[in-house]
């Protein structure tokens, strides 16, 4: 079956906005194909051992989506430009996506190249995301900083009062 470019656009936009809308991962697996196995990665553009974040299987596609919307709110998803191979059955999207810790509230910006691998029903094999902005940026490497020790200050004033 050959796929064709405003099919791939289509099914990629879906895709594209189920995520960026914060769909439960049930929506977001139904894009994944059922018949081959799957593969999902997402790492900075720089790394040198990528295959420490490539996991494969419907499960870990789950996993990462849960693990996103169990400690991060992703909000302001842009998409800044996609190019498509209908040959390979691949889209290209560059894009970029606000990260707010649930916990801490603190929030931050990753930019990304999102690259997609559709079978010949249209159903992502591959989804690879890397961060093109600082790696420090990649929400997978993230460190939350917590809140800010508010006893802990509070002690500081009061130990300046004795000084």
């Known amino acids: 079956m050959s796929l064709s470019v405003s099919d791939l656009t289509a099914v990629a936009e879906d895709l594209f906005s189920d995520i960026a809308n914060n769909s439960p991962s049930i929506r977001l697996l139904a894009h994944f194909s059922q018949h081959?196995?799957?593969?999902?990665?997402?790492?900075f553009a720089e790394c040198k051992t990528p295959d420490a974040?490539?996991?494969?299987?419907?499960n870990a596609v789950?996993?990462?989506?849960?693990?996103l919307a169990t400690h991060y709110e992703?909000?302001?998803m842009e998409?800044?430009?996609m190019r498509i191979s209908a040959h390979a059955g691949r889209v290209i999207l560059l894009g970029s996506v606000h990260w707010t810790w649930r916990s801490s509230r603190k929030g931050w910006r990753e930019d990304f190249e999102?690259?997609?691998d559709f079978d010949d029903n249209l159903k992502v094999i591959s989804f690879v995301m890397l961060t093109t902005s600082s790696?420090?940026?990649c929400v997978m490497r993230?460190?939350?900083?917590?809140p800010p020790d508010i006893n802990c200050s509070r002690r500081k004033k009061r130990f300046d009062i004795w000084m």
């Open 74 to 76: 992703r909000s302001a």
């Open 53 to 58: 974040y490539r996991f494969t299987g419907l």
């Open 62 to 67: 789950r996993s990462y989506f849960d693990l």
């Open 142 to 146: 993230a460190v939350d900083p917590g």
């Open 36 to 43: 081959q196995t799957v593969t999902i990665q997402h790492s």
């Open 79 to 81: 998409k800044h430009s």
């Open 114 to 116: 999102c690259t997609i």
């Open 135 to 137: 790696p420090s940026t």
